[in-house]
T-cell receptor, first 113, second 113 residues
Framework: DAGVIQSPRHEVTEMGQEVTLRCKPISGHNSLFWYRQTMMRGLELLIYFNNNVPIDDSGMPEDRFSAKMPNASFSTLKIQPSEPRDSAVYFC???????????FGSGTQLSVL | DAKTTQPNSMESNEEEPVHLPCNHSTISGTDYIHWYRQLPSQGPEYVIHGLTSNVNNRMASLAIAEDRKSSTLILHRATLRDAAVYYCILRDVEAGNNRKLIWGLGTSLAVNP
């Protein structure tokens, strides 16, 4: 199993640009989570999906952030327009509903200049 | 959501046991106790979880106090590869579809050769 796959691994962009982060969950998993990690705030849950449906997006910072899961094998997190304070590591995780174990990807290091 | 308290950092010597404490005095009867760890430049990795009884797996042991207000993650023989940030997290299994894990800042474990 290849695990949770995120791309890109690193993203450097300028303020105001659109950023799209991608995630492929583990095959067969039906829950998907997007997290953001910073030194100051640690790991924060942004949104999670169950069976491709957004269940809780209360962690999404503001309207500049949006997430989609068009099918069971793909999800995107988009920031438009990006700002320097969005600089962080963004993690995607997946699990099988009913199981307690989350599997995390390697993350996307985002730098907004 | 019930919160956890962990020491900011701990230090151990290679091949010695490590006991990582976690306080969760406001834990509810339906909260599972989870432990994850995060190695440098990687996503978090599941370690172990439990509800009331002590748990063992190939990675570690979880000792849960009788009143469940604290727990201890035990690494039986620390290796250099165990140097990581260890997170103790609670999850309410009766929260319906709420799969939120509330992450603190964890304990940074250093292992000396």
């Amino acid at each position: 199993d290849a695990g949770v796959i995120q791309s890109p691994r690193h993203e450097v962009t300028e303020m105001g640009q659109e950023v799209t982060l991608r995630c492929k969950p583990i095959s067969g998993h039906n829950s998907l989570f997007w997290y953001r990690q910073t030194m100051m705030r640690g790991l924060e849950l942004l949104i999670y999906f169950n069976n491709n449906v957004p269940i809780d997006d209360s962690g999404m910072p503001e309207d500049r952030f949006s997430a989609k899961m068009p099918n069971a094998s793909f999800s995107t997190l988009k920031i438009q327009p990006s700002e320097p304070r969005d600089s962080a590591v963004y993690f995607c995780a997946s699990s099988w509903e009913g199981r307690e174990k989350l599997f995390f990807g390697s993350g996307t290091q985002l730098s907004v200049l | 959501d019930a919160k956890t308290t962990q020491p900011n950092s701990m230090e151990s010597n290679e091949e010695e046991p490590v006991h990582l404490p976690c306080n969760h005095s406001t834990i509810s009867g339906t909260d599972y106790i989870h432990w994850y760890r995060q190695l440098p430049s990687q996503g978090p990795e599941y370690v172990i979880h439990g509800l009331t009884s002590n748990v063992n797996n190939r990675m570690a042991s979880l000792a849960i106090a009788e009143d469940r207000k604290s727990s201890t993650l035990i690494l039986h023989r620390a290796t250099l590869r165990d140097a990581a940030v260890y997170y103790c997290i609670l999850r309410d299994v009766e929260a319906g579809n709420n799969r939120k894990l509330i992450w603190g800042l964890g304990t940074s474990l250093a292992v000396n050769p």
